[in-house]
């Protein structure tokens, strides 16, 4: 914005407030300018529009035509600027506006847009724009005020809250299984290894178990860079998968796949933790605030049942009986 309409814009707040107050003297004390300086502001205001806004004598100030026509003019915008104050005041004091969200595609689909509901039924003020790419953000350019990310360190120029931890699962499907035997982490390296990727043709994937450690590199004669994807494929037997568990889930839970290795705890592409990053500001909008809050203890609910069924599934497979009350 040029420098002069600035300047007539201050101005014209000062020739309102002096209008309003009936005065020069008036209008400095509510400004806290001295009687000159706000006489100066008027004259220069008139100098620029070329018109004379007020008659001035020893016992009174009037509005000349113009002036009045320019009050009318001021008053409506300064109307407007407090209409817009009171709004952006309400921003800040409860959860409402639009919130642009960016997830992974998977993440998104699978963990955040179930709790979309529950969110939109307790915040009925806040209007969602999910956006699921599977690609680096820049927040400030794409005008996103939140990214859900799978990492394994934030950017430094991002605030940035850890929503849940990410745990890993190499799978397959019985059929696929049958006749091979996999004790090792060693014995992937016979079978064919489904990951996401985008160009390598081979992988290393590791794992710990305990204070063991093993590396082991991998082969497959498919790589893509979607992780539901690698799941179709590995339930169609096309071979053995490593994938977050999220993404799998269900699949491990009706039978359709089988854990391979459960003893061992395998190491992901994307790190150990799901963030929710967003830029630095002096005040959080209370609409980013409530959905990170919610999301994270929505996470850690699911995370929690996850953790339960796990410990169901393998006491079930010792032959101990678990009631499932409470």
């Known amino acids: 914005m040029d420098k002069s309409l600035l300047e007539q814009m201050e101005d014209m707040a000062v020739f309102t407030m ?5 005065s020069f003297s008036g209008a400095g004390r509510r400004l806290g300018l001295v009687k000159s300086a706000v006489s100066k502001r008027v004259d220069r205001l008139e100098r620029g529009l070329g018109v004379k806004l007020l008659q001035r004598s020893t016992r009174a100030l009037s509005m000349t035509e113009a002036g009045q ?4 003019r001021t008053r409506q915008s300064m109307g407007l600027l407090e209409e817009a ?5 309400q921003l800040h004091q409860a959860p409402r506006g639009l919130l642009r969200v960016t997830a992974s595609v998977a993440f998104g ?8 509901p529950d969110f939109l039924a307790a915040y009925p003020e806040v209007r969602v724009q999910l956006a699921l790419l599977d690609r680096m953000v820049d927040l400030a350019e794409e005008g996103y005020d939140l990214a859900l990310r799978l990492t394994r360190t934030p950017p430094d120029a991002v605030v940035a809250r850890a929503l849940m931890p990410i745990r890993y699962v190499v799978c397959a499907a019985p059929a696929y299984l049958a006749g091979r035997t996999v004790a090792q982490p060693r014995d992937l390296a016979a079978l064919n290894c489904l990951f996401y990727g985008y160009q390598a043709q081979t992988d290393d994937w590791a794992f710990t178990r305990g204070a063991e450690r093993e590396t082991v590199k991998v082969r497959g004669n498919v790589i893509v860079n979607s992780s539901e994807v690698v799941r179709d494929l590995v339930l169609a037997g096309v071979g053995v998968g490593l994938v977050a568990r999220y993404a799998v889930e269900a699949e491990l839970r009706d039978g359709r796949l089988v854990s391979v290795l459960p003893d061992w705890t395998a190491a992901g592409a994307f790190g150990p933790s799901a963030w929710a990053m967003w830029l ?5 909008p209370p609409k980013i605030r409530a959905f990170v809050d919610f999301l994270a203890a929505r996470l850690d609910v699911a ?3 996850e953790a339960d069924a796990v410990q169901h599934r393998g006491l079930s497979a010792l032959g101990i009986s678990v009631d499932s009350a409470g």
């Open 85 to 89: 104050r009171s709004e952006l005041a």
């Open 18 to 22: 002096v209008v309003e107050q009936g």
């Open 303 to 305: 995370q929690a049942r």
């Open 280 to 284: 630095p500001q002096p005040h959080l």
């Open 109 to 116: 689909r699978l963990c955040v847009a179930p709790a979309l």
């Open 69 to 72: 026509a320019l009050h009318a």
